[in-house]
């Protein structure tokens, strides 16, 4: 699987010299390196053959292929030459399987970045193939140009390329998923022809009330280029409020981080870590158990973001209506069509699992405002390895910032009229 860690990301090749001089100037986590564009690299008197380094292992990244990265980079091809490769040539040159194959020469889509049928793709997570000088060429703008002044740089399609702001303009809650306002879950199906029913759900948003009260620890930082894997004294519990104090955020909370789809979902999410940026929007993963070993392999492999205990399970009963939400593994899972995909479409993205630790609470996503603005969105796991769809997450959390923006316009509006 494609992990979020630098250090794995750049492997053996002529990337892992430029290490250092990547975290000076703040290239120092996966996700923002990905981005990087010709000016930015021209900027670091980067080579052609890292510039073409730097592009082979981002495609091969976007679709869980980063085991064949030294292989590949030291034929000395650019990623253009690659592609046009027999799948004999690939074979033999690279030992890839045949399903990778398949995999690698699918230009169209990348493998650890799957939205749901329903959702089009981002096109802004695509990347350009037709001419080498030409690679890497990302370009998406803020949402809100007048707040986010950068541009982030992202990948286009030579011949569909958009702005972040014309993509999120498209993103709709189409038909495959209720959207109550701010609550959202995957509809229930029939299970075992209708002689199991599924556990039922709260319909309404958690009350700000049972969340900004609950002491949570943090058990990593985000990840940067270099950090210490764990962290090694433990920092003392917290208000979960202080999270979001400045700042809005997400929080993902995973039933078990050695689930393959609880992977699967982390790592998706935390792909899409540059928009999120973008928007001014934290990330945060939230864990009911702490148990060293799996969070070592859960960060930051499959999540480079900051990590959370709740002891309590605080934020999981909230996703409950107050009190846990539970599943057996022989109904939520053996007699769950809908769970057997999930876990099918986490399989395919090449993600390895355990099973340790306590599987059947189930766990969902919050975004919060900053401040007391309140739940601005709750996703819950019906069934076990639904996920929130990114799409929907990506368009409350720019509604949250232009909303943010608004407010501190006419703010400014009347503090002016004051005087």
Not at 405 to 415: A, L, M, P, V
């Amino acid at each position: 699987m494609a992990s979020f860690s630098i250090e794995e990301f750049v492997g053996e090749g002529v990337l892992k010299v430029l290490l250092p001089k990547l975290l000076e100037e703040g290239w120092d986590d996966v996700p923002t390196l990905k981005i990087m564009n010709t000016d930015d690299m021209d900027a670091l008197s980067m080579t052609q053959l890292e510039k073409d380094a730097l592009e082979i292992r981002s495609y091969l990244h976007d679709r869980a292929l980063m085991q064949y990265g030294d292989r590949v980079e030291s034929s000395g091809k650019c990623l253009s030459e690659l592609l046009n490769l027999s799948p004999g040539d690939l074979s033999s040159q690279f030992g890839m399987k045949r399903g990778h194959i398949a995999r690698f020469m699918d230009r169209t889509s990348a493998c650890a970045d799957h939205l749901p049928n329903s959702h089009p793709s981002l096109a802004t997570e695509k990347i350009s193939l037709l001419s080498k000088n030409t690679s890497i060429q990302r370009s998406f703008q803020s949402v809100n140009s007048q707040k986010f002044h950068s541009k982030l740089p992202t990948r286009n399609s030579s011949t569909n390329s958009k702005s972040l702001q014309q993509s999120l303009a498209s993103f709709k809650i189409k038909d495959g998923y209720i959207f109550k306002g701010i609550v959202s879950m995957e509809p229930a199906e029939p299970r075992a022809c209708g002689c199991v029913q599924p556990p039922p759900v709260v319909e309404k948003v958690a009350p700000y009330s049972t969340i900004e009260n609950i002491s949570i620890q943090k058990l990593t930082p985000e990840y940067k280029m270099g950090m210490e894997h764990l962290v090694k004294t433990k920092t003392p519990p917290m208000k979960a409020s202080e999270l979001w104090r400045n700042k809005p955020a997400v929080l993902l909370c995973i039933r078990r981080p050695g689930c393959i789809m609880c992977r699967a979902e982390a790592h998706q999410l935390y792909a899409k870590k540059p928009i999120f940026d973008s928007l001014g929007i934290q990330l945060f993963a939230v864990l009911h158990e702490h148990m060293e070993s799996e969070i070592k392999d859960f960060w930051p492999r499959y999540w480079g973001g900051v990590v959370l205990f709740d002891r309590g399970t605080e934020f999981f009963k909230a996703l409950g209506g107050g009190k846990l939400l539970k599943e057996k593994f022989l109904s939520g899972f053996v007699f769950n069509p809908r769970a057997i995909a999930n876990y099918k479409r986490a399989k395919a993205m090449g993600i390895k699992q355990n099973f340790k630790g306590e599987g059947e609470i189930k766990g969902g996503l919050f975004v919060v405002g900053s401040g007391r603005s309140g739940i601005a969105y709750q996703f819950i796991e019906r069934n076990f390895g639904d996920w929130a769809p990114p799409a929907e997450v990506i368009e409350i959390c720019t509604q949250l910032q232009q909303n943010q923006h608004e407010g501190h316009e006419e703010s400014n509006t009347r503090s002016q009229q004051s005087e």
